[in-house]
């Protein structure tokens, strides 16, 4: 098991910045993607951002590009999404999730490519 705790959501004004962190705790050695997944309200869950955990290029939804970037540190078994140029549209609850099947890199876009999910943390974009 995998336990994940999200922090960092808050509320920001248009055209300004957070950065989400997971911090992983329970069985993390077995960790093999870590994505970022958002639910804004009253619609489907989305993948933002995914990364393998132990190294390779990290993919993103093309409503994220160039504006989110994710990361993770193993040492300190913690992931990260930092958030730019912040719109009212990226408004959600935003989860961390992993996965230590090691399935096809392509299962990790999908949000139902992961088994262990954080708690969420709220994410808030006013005009």
């Known amino acids: 098991q995998v336990q994940l705790v999200e922090s960092g959501g808050g509320l920001v004004q248009a055209g300004g910045s957070l950065r989400l962190s997971c911090a992983a705790s329970?069985?993390?050695?077995?960790?093999?993607?870590m994505g970022w997944v958002r639910q804004p309200p009253g619609k489907e869950r989305e993948l933002v951002a995914a990364?393998?955990?132990?190294?390779?290029?990290?993919s993103y939804a093309d409503s994220v590009k160039g504006r989110f970037t994710i990361a993770r540190d193993n040492a300190k078994r913690t992931g990260y999404l930092q958030m730019n140029s912040l719109k009212p549209e990226d408004t959600a609850v935003y989860y961390c999730?992993?996965?230590?099947?090691?399935?096809?890199?392509?299962?990790?876009?999908?949000?139902?490519?992961?088994?262990?999910w954080g708690q969420g943390t709220q994410v808030t974009v006013s005009s």
């Open positions: 999730a992993t996965d230590p099947r090691g399935l096809p890199g392509i299962m990790y876009s999908r949000a139902s490519g992961y088994n262990y």
């Open positions: 329970g069985r993390t050695f077995s960790i093999y993607y």
């Open positions: 990364i393998r955990w132990n190294g390779g290029s990290p």
